[in-house]
């Protein structure tokens, strides 16, 4: 049972230490992956000792002192945590462990004096203390000179600005990415560009002063994806191809699957996995009923207000519900809107509590906007992919021409799956139809059809499953669509196969 408790200690302190987000929000974020498993190896080894050497009080005596100085050591010589009273914390109780250790160490040879080892004990709550101002000079020491490093240019020597005692202390001077800035247009804490810019000097000037460390190519691309929203770039393939330890290695993998991870959050909806698009869901979800929780808390206040016989606690009450509610939906938005940054529906939901809740115009129209401006940029995207799965040769020289002269604003262009349900739906479907993207997407494209066709459509669909013939794809004719306000109108109907691998086997523009 302790070597299972010790391999699942590890396997945790690995995780821990591999975090290269420096604005995590973790509470034993760190990148030093080496230094807190080392760290997790110590304290689950010393119960171990314990139970493999009862009978040998001095030798285990030793031991504990070594590995817990040793642990204390690491803490106050590396600092591997990114938040600041974390270290301190950690630093207080390792020293208070190796004090405990030399005790325990010093009792074994002399018992004589036993009671007064309390005593003893309580008193190096003073060193304790001291630990924690050693490393809060040491973190002030790292700062002084990581902002020195803001001239160093690769044309001098490192050593002309601050020599590095190790790579390690490279990534601690790095740290000063950990500053953030109010962004004004969307109002939230963003990382400081400037500390940004520095830290990544500053792991510049420490890759060329230890060119051989993975450790900082690992550090200097995590800023990169974390920060910069950039892509892992060469520094990871290198790093992968100079023998990274085991801890270095899952951290490799850890860039890898946020890289992998991060790429569909960037699209919309429809382009999620299916793991993201849960995900995703479940978070709007929540903040659409924080959303509405808001609108009720400020609709009940006004109920309240209006009313004569008021009471000055009942007012207070109410308007203190109002700010709570106002207060968690809009941290909800701000943790949504760093996870999905390009998600317009996210965007156009926040811009609406803008407008509805925070009573600013100017920035619901920023946020409208940038959703519009993404919507855009997505929709051309899927444009130009759905348009290279086409297969142009199969089709009829009207059919082409009519696909080629799509206008997005005025045209309806839909793609369904082989059930007939709408996938993907551009801006002129609300212009030909009446009904907007959200409310068509996910649904069967009978909707847009009148009666008998809405009736029949799934029927030759599936016969078309079966037997792969059909008297309307890839040619253009001329049918009935049926508006929001379910009346009837004439239009012209393009359809064609949209080539793709796996299943289901069909799915249909038009």
């Not at 990148?31 to 010393?46: D, Q, Y």
């Not at 008297?471 to 508006?483: A, D, F, P, W, Y």
Request: with cysteine.
């Amino acid at each position: 049972m302790s070597l299972l408790f010790t391999l699942i200690t590890l396997i945790l302190a690995i995780a821990d230490g591999s975090d290269l987000n420096p604005h995590s929000k973790a509470l034993y974020a760190s990148p030093c992956g080496k230094w807190t498993f080392r760290r997790a190896f110590i304290k689950s080894a010393l119960p171990l000792l314990a139970a493999a050497l009862p009978n040998y009080i001095h030798l285990r005596a030793w031991l504990y002192f070594v590995l817990l100085v040793y642990n204390y050591w690491v803490q106050v010589r590396h600092v591997p945590y990114y938040h600041t009273w974390v270290n301190f914390v950690f630093a207080f109780t390792s020293c208070t462990y190796a004090w405990g250790a030399f005790l325990l160490l010093v009792a074994t040879y002399v018992r004589a004096h036993w009671d007064k080892f309390t005593i003893a004990f309580y008193c190096g709550a003073v060193l304790s203390i001291a630990s924690v101002g050693l490393v809060a000079f040491r973190l002030k020491f790292i700062r002084f000179f990581a902002n020195r490093m803001g001239s160093w240019t690769s044309e001098l020597q490192p050593s002309q600005q601050h020599h590095f005692r190790d790579d390690y202390e490279a990534e601690l001077c790095a740290r000063v990415s950990r500053k953030t800035t109010t962004d004004e247009s969307l109002l939230i804490r963003v990382p400081h560009p400037q500390a940004v810019a520095l830290a990544e000097t500053i792991l510049k000037a420490g890759i060329r002063q230890y060119p051989e460390s993975v450790f900082l190519l690992i550090v200097q691309t995590g800023l990169r994806v974390h920060l910069k929203n950039d892509k892992p770039g060469a520094a990871l393939i290198k790093a992968k191809l100079m023998g990274p330890s085991l801890t270095e290695q899952y951290q490799i993998f850890k860039l890898e699957q946020s890289e992998t991870e991060r790429m569909p959050l960037e699209q919309n909806d429809n382009t999620m996995d299916m793991a993201s698009y849960a995900e995703f869901q479940r978070q709007f979800k929540g903040l659409k009923e924080a959303h509405r929780a808001v609108l009720l808390a400020i609709r009940s206040f006004w109920q309240v207000l209006v009313r004569q016989d008021v009471t000055y606690v009942a007012l207070v009450n109410h308007f203190k519900k109002v700010e709570k509610t106002q207060l968690l939906a809009e941290r909800g938005y701000r943790q949504g809107l760093i996870m999905y940054p390009k998600n317009p529906a996210l965007l156009r939901s926040y811009s609406q509590f803008m407008q509805d809740v925070k009573l600013n115009p100017n920035a619901s129209m920023r946020y409208w906007a940038e959703a519009d401006k993404l919507e855009a940029q997505q929709l051309e995207s899927r444009k130009e992919n759905m348009l290279t799965k086409i297969d142009a040769a199969a089709m009829d020289a009207e059919t082409v021409q009519m696909l080629s002269m799509i206008d997005e604003e005025k045209d309806a262009n839909v793609i369904i799956t082989a059930e007939g349900l709408i996938q993907f739906a551009n801006k002129g479907v609300q212009t030909v139809f009446g009904w907007s993207k959200a409310d068509v997407e996910g649904k069967n494209i009978s909707m847009l059809m009148p009666p008998p066709y809405s009736q029949m459509h799934n029927g030759i669909l599936r016969a078309y499953n079966e037997s792969g013939i059909s008297n309307i794809i890839n040619k253009t004719r001329e049918v009935q669509g049926l508006h929001m306000e379910r009346y009837s109108f004439p239009i012209r109907l393009a359809v064609t196969k949209v080539a793709q691998t796996g299943k289901p086997p069909l799915k249909t523009v038009g």
